[in-house]
Nanobody, 123 residues
Framework: QVQLVESGGGLVQAGGSLRLSCAAS????????MGWFRQAPGKERDFVAA????????YYADSVKGRFTISRDNAKNTVYLQMNNLKPEDTAVYHC????????????????WGQGTQVTVSS
């Protein structure tokens, strides 16, 4: 079992920045690729970013490429999502997820999920 707890969400003006954190506990953190997904009100949950077990490979949705950066610190069992130049359309609940096999853009590939943290971007 892996437990994931997100933090760092909040209310920010358009153009601002936030850094989300996801702390993991349970099985060795470096055994899992990690991803961030988001779900806006009335919409399906969408892929945002993913990172490989070592952190050497990262993947991004086109909508956030160049603005968001995913990273991980395996010594701290934490994955981060740095979000810059935020837009109102980034408003959503952000979830982190852990995948045992490999980083993926597909949420079905992930084995464990956090409860999420709310990000609200005002115009």
């Amino acid at each position: 079992q892996v437990q994931l707890v997100e933090s760092g969400g909040g209310l920010v003006q358009a153009g601002g920045s936030l850094r989300l954190s996801c702390a993991a506990s349970g099985r060795p953190f470096s055994s899992y690729a990690m991803g961030w997904f988001r779900q806006a009100p009335g919409k399906e949950r969408d892929f945002v970013a993913a990172i490989s077990r070592s952190g050497a490979s990262t993947y991004y949705a086109d909508s956030v490429k160049g603005r968001f950066t995913i990273s991980r610190d395996n010594a701290k069992n934490t994955v981060y999502l740095q979000m810059n130049n935020l837009k109102p359309e980034d408003t959503a609940v952000y979830h982190c997820a852990a995948a045992y096999f490999a980083a993926s853009v597909t949420q079905n590939e992930y084995d464990y999920w956090g409860q999420g943290t709310q990000v609200t971007v005002s115009s």
